[in-house]
């Protein structure tokens, strides 16, 4: 028997696998081979009836992006500014054409909520 006798790249099942299955779809141009392709997708479809209408949630739900502030591309946090020298000599050493691009604020800072005192009150023998 030849592989051509077996192997059909038919666009349709036949129907003893398709008819058992309920609501199955192929969506072309969707890279199964792309794993963050596949998450991102993955949460537009979480997301998707309340963007759309149909879920009766109308609690503050913050803009759509279609892309993430990441994407992709490989992410290094540093605890402080050290970490700099450290990335650009890492890009050199292994021939990576690639730039840093600071997203964040170059100091820790706490958000306006965060509340600054404790809730919990001073007992004997521990000073505030």
Known sequence: MRAREFLREEAK??????DPMNHVFV???VS????YQ?????VAMAR??????TDNITDNIPAW???AAFGEDAVVA???????PIIDQALSMAGLPAKKVQISSPNSLEPAFVNHTSPITAFAGYPR
């Open 13 to 18: 099942l036949p129907p003893e696998q398709a």
């Open 27 to 29: 969506l072309p141009g």
């Open 32 to 35: 199964s081979s792309d794993p």
């Open 38 to 42: 596949i998450y991102r997708l993955g």
């Open 48 to 53: 998707a009836r309340s963007d759309a209408g």
């Open 65 to 67: 992006s279609a892309s």
């Open 78 to 84: 540093g605890f402080n500014d050290s970490v700099e």
